[in-house]
């Protein structure tokens, strides 16, 4: 987040606001909660509790829950509402200039007044902190944030960004109280003080507790009087035995595909739910375009003929994922299927040996795919595993799989290292531009020396500067097809999001969509 994710959590939509955003959904004054308090495990980490410098889903997911932003995505859908804004909108034609009306009588947690100047000292304390680990990078289109008065705020923007209502409304519009962080450095004594529905009673390496908000004043109604997030560190079997021992009430992130299948299958499962939503979370093969061998496009080609992605989602993910044959995933305001039209869903031997001739290739290719489960999960190994199984068993590669730590997997990419790579993506707003600058953009984050004049100069602007997300769709499908042709990347999966419940709680449905925001208010225990 910009979100490269942290395993797949295995594995609606409309173009996103950009006019006039005007007060929806039900405002409340903040309560004490009802119910009971809900206890949920995970295999993620929460790596940072100060929003200038979380950057991964664990972080967002405490965000999303002890700050408010400017706008929120409401449960289900993918276009940002009033949060602690009472109103927002872009003033001008170009898309640079947005500016938002504050509710009145906000208030953190603590009890202080949540005004203009907060909003723009978290705005201002991010950029200049600039955490290589932090959000910071999702806004280089921010010139400056003014505050008119104590209740007005104004993002003026260097460039034309329609998306930008959508980046508020994500973890990396946390707004934080001004006297409580230092706007030269993070906050490191694990506390928070936000003014969203929750409030951060304790943070340890083995759990955080959250407990009601009684200041909050905006869209959310808490369903329960109190969450604890339990970490188990990528143990996924603890994690499991937690559940089935009845130590959590829900298992969320991190539980392997074949966990999920075995406790749907189990006799000792009783009491235990399966619950399935929709995600925006994605994984590709990237492509070196510098190295000697992926570098030449009918190798690239031959791998795109050759893979059998539905394959992999019965054999590796359990039916846990879905084929993906696009840079936007289904769901998102955009998507097209450019990849299924040009190379088909069926492995085609003749098709590859072609896309290998074409380019004077008659020898056996030999290639190694760079796989890195300590990132995106064991089954990662496994997976790359069998492609290498597939594009061996034409005769046309010799390809095998290594596996290296997180930590030396990015250096060697950046380092031009390998020639073909995963990685997987998380969304950090649900747009089609989420998922094509970053990849394709100038000074992209995917480390595989690709460029495209078309994109990076005209599709990219163009699609940012449209306030009209729906009149997007031509110009990403042009882009899309594009990819496609030239293959920098090679999508292979869109992930389903699961969490596995005993079966007395309930509201996760209202937590699992691809918006990524993990509604902790939401959730009830019978």
């Given at each position: 987040m910009i979100k490269l994710n942290q395993w797949p959590v295995l594995p609606?939509?409309?173009?996103?606001?950009?006019?006039?955003?005007?007060?929806?959904?039900?405002?409340?004054?903040?309560?004490?909660?009802?119910?009971?308090?809900?206890?949920?495990?995970?295999?993620?980490?929460?790596?940072?509790?100060?929003?200038?410098?979380?950057?991964d889903p664990g972080s967002w997911l405490l965000f999303d829950n002890v700050f408010q932003s400017l706008l929120s995505f409401p449960k289900g859908g993918t276009e940002p509402q009033p949060e602690a804004a009472k109103k927002c909108s872009f003033t001008d034609t170009r898309a640079q200039v947005y500016r938002c009306t504050l509710k009145a009588g906000l208030k953190f947690s603590n009890g202080d007044a949540l005004t203009s100047k907060d909003v723009k000292f978290s705005f201002d304390r991010m950029l200049k902190i600039n955490d290589p680990a932090g959000p910071a990078i999702m806004f280089p289109m921010l010139d400056k944030v003014e505050t008119p008065d104590a209740h007005t705020v104004v993002f003026r923007l260097n460039t034309s960004d329609a998306t930008f209502p959508s980046k508020l409304a994500s973890g990396a519009g946390s707004?934080?109280?001004?006297?409580?962080?230092?706007?030269?450095?993070?906050?490191?004594?694990?506390?928070?003080?936000?003014?969203?529905?929750?409030?951060?009673?304790?943070?340890?390496?083995?759990?955080?507790?959250?407990?009601?908000?009684?200041?909050?004043?905006?869209?959310?109604?808490?369903?329960?009087?109190?969450?604890?997030?339990?970490?188990?560190?990528?143990?996924?079997?603890?994690?499991?035995?937690?559940?089935?021992?009845?130590?959590?009430?829900?298992?969320?992130?991190?539980?392997?595909?074949?966990?999920?299948?075995?406790?749907?299958?189990?006799?000792?499962?009783?009491?235990?739910e399966v619950v399935e939503g929709s995600s925006a979370e994605v994984q590709h093969l990237v492509f070196n375009m510098d190295d000697p061998v992926t570098g030449r496009l009918g190798v690239r080609k031959a791998i795109a003929y050759l893979l059998d992605r539905d394959a992999l989602i019965r054999d590796v993910y359990k039916d846990t994922a879905t084929a993906l044959y696009s840079i936007i995933p289904a769901g998102i305001a955009g998507h097209t299927t450019s990849f299924f039209d040009t190379y088909g869903a069926h492995p085609s031997k003749a098709a590859a040996q072609a896309a290998l001739e074409a380019d004077g290739i008659t020898d056996k290719v030999k290639l190694t795919l760079w796989s890195t489960p300590s990132r995106y999960g064991p089954a990662t190994d496994q997976e790359l595993k069998a492609i290498a199984k597939q594009l061996n068993a034409g005769g046309l590669f010799d390809a095998d799989v290594k596996s290296v730590a997180y930590s030396q997997y990015e250096k060697d990419i950046a380092k031009g290292k390998y020639g073909v790579y995963v990685k997987g993506w998380v969304p950090d707003y649900p747009d089609a531009d989420n998922f094509t600058a970053p990849f394709f953009g100038k000074g992209n984050v995917?480390?595989?020396?690709?460029?495209?004049?078309?994109?990076?100069?005209?599709?990219?602007?163009?699609?940012?500067?449209?306030?009209?997300?729906?009149?997007?769709?031509?110009?990403?499908?042009?882009?899309?097809?594009?990819?496609?042709?030239?293959?920098?990347?090679?999508?292979?999966?869109?992930?389903?999001?699961?969490?596995?419940?005993?079966?007395?709680?309930?509201?996760?449905?209202?937590?699992?969509?691809?918006?990524?925001?993990?509604?902790?208010?939401?959730?009830?225990?019978?």
């Open positions: 609606i939509v409309a173009g996103l606001a950009s006019g006039l955003l005007t007060g929806c959904g039900t405002t409340t004054g903040g309560s004490s909660g009802t119910g009971s308090s809900v206890v949920m495990g995970m295999s993620d980490d929460v790596l940072a509790t100060d929003p200038a410098s979380g950057y707004i934080v109280d001004h006297t409580q962080y230092d706007a030269n450095g993070l906050r490191e004594d694990g506390g928070a003080v936000g003014s969203g529905p929750y409030k951060l009673d304790s943070y340890g390496d083995d759990e955080a507790v959250f407990s009601v908000n009684d200041n909050y004043k905006g869209t959310a109604e808490v369903k329960n009087s109190g969450v604890t997030l339990k970490f188990f560190h990528g143990d996924q079997s603890a994690l499991k035995k937690a559940l089935l021992d009845n130590k959590v009430d829900i298992a969320y992130r991190g539980l392997t595909a074949t966990d999920i299948a075995g406790i749907e299958n189990s006799d000792d499962s009783d009491g235990v995917l480390s595989n020396n690709y460029t495209n004049n078309t994109i990076t100069d005209t599709l990219i602007p163009r699609t940012a500067a449209q306030s009209d997300r729906g009149a997007t769709d031509r110009d990403f499908g042009k882009l899309q097809d594009i990819v496609a042709d030239q293959l920098p990347v090679l999508p292979v999966w869109q992930a389903k999001q699961y969490a596995v419940t005993r079966d007395n709680v309930y509201g996760l449905e209202y937590c699992l969509d691809a918006s990524t925001v993990f509604r902790f208010w939401e959730l009830s225990k019978g």
